[in-house]
């Protein structure tokens, strides 16, 4: 009885019997699939910004109609509540807003402002998905980063306001007139006969919750990753800066925002440019409605440029950056003792729990330089007041 034939790739039986059971199988080799770098790039981040403005200003929108409307409906006479609105602006030389008004827009930007923090949380979630918080570093941060970041904080409202002003001059000198004018006189245009409460709530905690979830936390993830950290964070602060407005306001506003990027790279927590930011625009506009007795950081247009209190803050700014960066969070694995590399730039610490953050000693020489610094800054500010 012959053998039946069998395909020539079909081992014999006894070549499996002799096979050595304990013997290792080589598998084929398979070239590792590298990880996918977070959204967005530059195009989805144009159009994040924007929608966020556009949320913004629809809560805006809803919530003056909705009060106005409210408080027509309460008023036993509503035509004529509309007739002396009506008289109030065409009045000659009149410049205010009636004070109806001004209550409809101080409740529509608390509704906006807090929609769009309710919105970039969802949208956080639902697109970043599981472990967001982790993926853009909304970590509670290290003690004396912290302290350094609100010892730096008066030295950067100066810094922002010399931003304003830098670019508002360049401005008047190519386009005369078309300059936008102080932040300092747009708030007091704005919010006069707001209480302060409500002009905190709005210009402070509103964009700084809202603005660094959405520009630090979400475009500036994807722009990092996808251009590395320079080129990342000047697009970043660019779209930041254009989301405010006028071209002389949003330049100023850019280099605030490369500022605050800064400190989140140092720290690895959004929570520093959280507080920087909600503080920076709560001191601004307290100071412009005389709640705080702060001198504007912005030159009266008749009046000596102090300089000198100009340089002891970008000196402040540039040795407490320095400070944040000799005590920069570095990701240790546990395990080995050996500094971790993400795959691409980012502010975020890996999943696993063995890589922990440590800092650093800064040295002598960088605490006793932002010492000097502050200590110049003061007696400077001292002098000036």
Not at 118 to 126: D, I, K, N, S, Y
Request: glycine share 8%; proline share 9%.
């Amino acid at each position: 009885m012959t053998e039946p034939e069998r395909p020539e790739d079909v081992p014999p039986v006894e070549d499996f019997a002799s096979a050595n059971p304990y013997e290792p199988v080589s598998a084929p080799f398979v070239e590792p699939v590298p990880p996918r770098k977070p959204r967005p790039g530059l195009l989805l981040a144009i159009a994040t910004g924007a929608a966020f403005l556009l949320v913004t200003v629809v809560g805006l929108v809803v919530g003056a109609v909705a009060d106005f409307g409210i408080h027509l409906a309460m008023n036993p006479d509503p035509e004529a509540v509309l007739k002396e609105i009506e008289k109030q602006l065409n009045a000659p030389g009149n410049t205010e807003m009636p004070p109806m008004i001004l209550q409809s827009l101080g409740a529509g930007m608390l509704v906006g402002e807090f929609l769009s923090v309710f919105v970039a949380l969802v949208f956080l979630r639902v697109v970043v998905g599981r472990g967001w918080t982790r993926k853009i570093a909304l970590r509670l941060p290290k003690w004396h980063h912290l302290l350094v970041a609100l010892l730096m904080l008066p030295a950067l409202v100066i810094v922002h306001g010399i931003a304003h002003e830098i670019a508002r001059i360049a401005m008047e000198s190519v386009w005369p007139g078309k300059a936008s004018p102080p932040t300092d006189q747009m708030f007091q245009e704005m919010f006069a006969g707001w209480p302060a409460w409500l002009a905190v709530l709005v210009i402070g905690f509103g964009p700084g919750i809202g603005e660094e979830l959405c520009c630090r936390g979400y475009i500036g993830r994807g722009l990092l990753a996808r251009y590395g950290y320079f080129v990342g964070v000047g697009m970043t602060s660019t779209i930041f800066g254009l989301m405010h407005g006028s071209v002389t306001y949003a330049i100023g506003t850019a280099v605030m925002g490369a500022f605050l990027h800064g400190t989140l790279l140092a720290t690895r927590s959004l929570w520093i440019p959280i507080i920087l930011h909600t503080l920076n625009n709560s001191f601004s506009v307290l100071a412009s409605l005389k709640v705080l007795a702060i001198d504007t950081v912005e030159p009266l247009p008749d009046a000596p440029t102090p300089w000198l209190m100009y340089a002891s803050s970008l000196l402040v700014t540039m040795t407490g950056f320095w400070l944040l960066y000799r005590t920069r969070v570095r990701v240790i694995d546990s395990l080995t003792g050996e500094a971790w590399r993400p795959p691409w730039a980012s502010a975020a610490m890996p999943s696993d729990p063995r890589f922990v953050g440590q800092t650093r000693f800064p040295g002598y020489l960088a605490i006793a330089a932002f010492s000097i610094s502050m200590y110049t800054l003061i007696h400077v500010l001292a002098f000036v007041a």
